[in-house]
């Protein structure tokens, strides 16, 4: 069983449009994250969820928003795609907020021409 | 600003080489400090440090975390071609605790 899953693994699409991205975690628990994976490798926080409430939303353009219908589904639309957004984007999920081991999905490479 | 160091950025080794990688932070609101394997995919969890001076160890892997010193070391014994991936340093901080991820050490274990 898939604990954090994403869909979809692979996302092109062209400047100017919008997408979204799924996540769901089966694991039971309260916090989700949306991570992005640049170029070079650098993993950097995005947004947190806690039982479906916002907690940590980092310096990210406002095209970019997460959803969360209910504690395991964590979702992110992205508005008026730009070149920058080429990424991969990496869902997890934890227990319980920041002290604990965060479980990540298989990940989502966004490529935007 | 948080800012999380790992060294070396990279290292090339030879199959039963044992290697340690160095991690150091300044983070505020420090709680615990996470190690992470990632390979063609997802990070996958390793070690979850708290307390100082406490090595944790799985296998041929084992951690410590130095809180004076703000740092942590992961230790890979009699290395493997399947140790090769990025290791990532992740310590909590900031006012939400977010996990702070290093840039990672490429670790590549040739046979």
């Known amino acids: 069983d898939t604990a954090v899953s994403q869909t979809p693994k692979y996302l092109v699409t062209q400047m100017g449009n919008d997408k979204s991205i799924k996540c769901e975690q089966n694991l039971g628990h309260d916090t989700m994250y949306w991570y992005k994976q640049d170029s070079k490798k650098f993993l950097k926080i995005m947004f947190s969820y806690n039982n479906k409430e916002l907690i940590i939303n980092e310096t990210v353009p406002n095209r970019f928003s997460p959803k969360s219908p209910d504690k395991a589904h964590l979702n992110l639309h992205i508005n008026s795609l730009e070149l920058g957004d080429s990424a991969v984007y990496f869902c997890?999920?934890?227990?319980?907020?920041?002290?604990?081991?965060?479980?990540f999905g298989p990940g989502t490479r966004l490529t935007v021409t | 600003e948080d800012k999380v160091v790992q060294s070396p950025l990279s290292l090339v080794v030879h199959e039963g080489d044992t290697v340690t990688l160095n991690c150091s932070y300044e983070?505020?609101?420090?709680?615990?400090l996470l190690w992470y394997k990632q390979e063609k995919k997802a990070p996958t969890f390793l070690f979850m440090l708290t307390s100082s001076g406490i090595e944790k160890k799985s296998g041929r892997l084992s951690s410590i975390l130095d809180k004076k010193e703000l740092s942590s070391i992961l230790n890979i014994t009699a290395t493997q071609t399947g140790d090769s991936a990025i290791y990532l340093c992740?310590?909590?901080?900031?006012?939400?605790?977010?996990?702070?991820f290093g840039k990672g050490t490429k670790l590549t274990v040739n046979p």
């Open positions: 997890a999920s934890s227990g319980r907020s920041g002290s604990y081991e965060q479980y």
């Open positions: 983070v505020t609101n420090f709680r615990s």
């Open positions: 992740a310590p909590t901080g900031g006012g939400s605790e977010k996990l702070v």
